[in-house]
């Protein structure tokens, strides 16, 4: 039997896409070779890449309005340092929003590149909601933020308005929800969770904020130098473009990102009215940061874990224990999630109260 599987990654992905790429490894598009083995620089290569990178803007909106798509290696947290090192000026600085454990992490590096102001910070209540009433200083190089904090639970429903480029890391919500895209001018995502399995990371950016900021930046680092080379400046990772492709195709046929997001907003409503119904649970995120991606909650009585541990996992459930940080549970409800599995960790949450 095929598991629910709630964890926060990597790869939580349909399975029609595990499928096909189970038959891409053995023989890719019928030509004899494994997708593993054939040139990167081969005809049937290009067009994976090339198709990977349009749609990823089609899908986003974003086709024909100065954006390139590109897939990138060393996950979100190489993007982290990359950010800075392609927008931030040498005397320059650059506003941050403190908002989980990923945002802390950005800072950290972007930090080795200049001077940065923490706009807001949720810091002191541990995360468990998104910083508001913050301004940003008009005279940063940009503002980076994290859309959705897979830790705590937390999603951003609004995002400012400002004069400066807006880069935001959307590496656990890509593609789950409908926003105006053009609002932002770098974003980044790792593919592991609603895109493709780990080893590749898409990066959306408008190109004319770019080679702007006077540095010299290591080839491998340079936002430019990967559209030059269109994506392949050096061997790309081709497995991991491969299914992110079939994803993406996948997303397209389903009605693009709207339609999953209406589905998304079944899965969450279903899972977070539970939530508030049960009287042997309490979300951890404040309601109105809720995300739609990753449900986190907590047991009203500890005493309770041992019962309903043994009730998720005899429903054949798994990955459900929150992140050490926050402790409780965090039900990762991605793209790929049907709603009958959503539906069965309400039932089981159903089956505690009537068995306590
Ligand atoms: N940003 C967010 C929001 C994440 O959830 C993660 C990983 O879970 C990262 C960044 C780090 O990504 P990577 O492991 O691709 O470096």
């Not at 054939?38 to 089609?58: G, N, P, Q, T, Y």
């Not at 540095?215 to 491969?242: C, G, Q, W």
């Not at 990762?332 to 309400?346: D, G």
Request: hydrophobic residues 40%.
């Amino acid at each position: 039997m095929k598991k629910h599987n709630y964890s926060a990654g990597p790869s939580i992905l349909p399975q029609e896409v595990f499928e096909k790429a189970s038959k891409a490894i053995l023989n890719f598009n019928d030509s004899g070779l494994s997708i593993l083995e054939i040139s990167h620089r081969s005809k049937d290569f290009v067009a994976v890449m090339d198709e990977a990178r349009s749609l990823a803007l089609e899908l986003l909106g974003l086709q024909g309005k100065g954006y390139q798509a590109l897939f990138l290696q060393g996950g979100a947290s190489t993007a982290f340092l990359m950010a800075p090192y392609n927008l931030m000026k040498e005397d320059g600085k650059a506003a941050y929003l403190d908002s989980g454990t990923w945002a802390t992490a950005a800072i950290k590096e972007a930090k080795l590149f200049g001077e940065i102001v923490i706009v807001g910070s949720s810091k002191e209540d541990n995360y468990t909601h998104i910083p508001k009433g913050y301004e940003i200083p008009g005279d940063a190089d940009y503002f980076h933020c994290t859309s959705n904090n897979t830790i705590f639970g937390t999603q951003m429903h609004e995002f400012p308005s400002t004069s400066i480029p807006v880069v935001c890391d959307m590496s656990s919500d890509i593609f789950s929800r409908q926003l105006d895209f053009s609002k932002f001018d770098l974003i980044y995502a790792g593919a592991q969770k609603n895109m493709g399995p780990a080893g590749t990371t898409l990066v959306v950016i408008k190109e004319e904020i770019l080679e702007k900021n006077g540095r010299t930046i290591p080839s491998m680092l340079d936002y430019a130098k990967h559209i030059k080379a269109e994506s392949m400046y050096n061997t790309p990772p081709v497995f991991s473009v491969y299914v992110s492709l079939l994803t993406l195709q996948w997303i397209k046929e389903k009605g693009g990102i709207a339609a999953v997001e209406k589905l998304n907003n079944a899965k969450a409503d279903l899972l977070y009215a539970e939530i508030d119904r049960n009287p042997l649970f309490k979300g951890a995120a404040n309601i109105e940061d809720r995300s739609k991606m990753n449900v986190t909650f907590l047991l009203n009585n500890p005493e309770h874990t041992e019962t309903f541990d043994a009730l998720w996992k005899a429903a054949g459930i798994s990955g459900l224990p929150g992140h050490r940080s926050v402790g409780g549970y965090r039900a990762s409800i991605y793209n790929a999630m049907p709603i009958e599995s959503v539906q069965v960790l309400v039932d089981v949450m159903k089956a505690l109260e009537s068995k306590v």
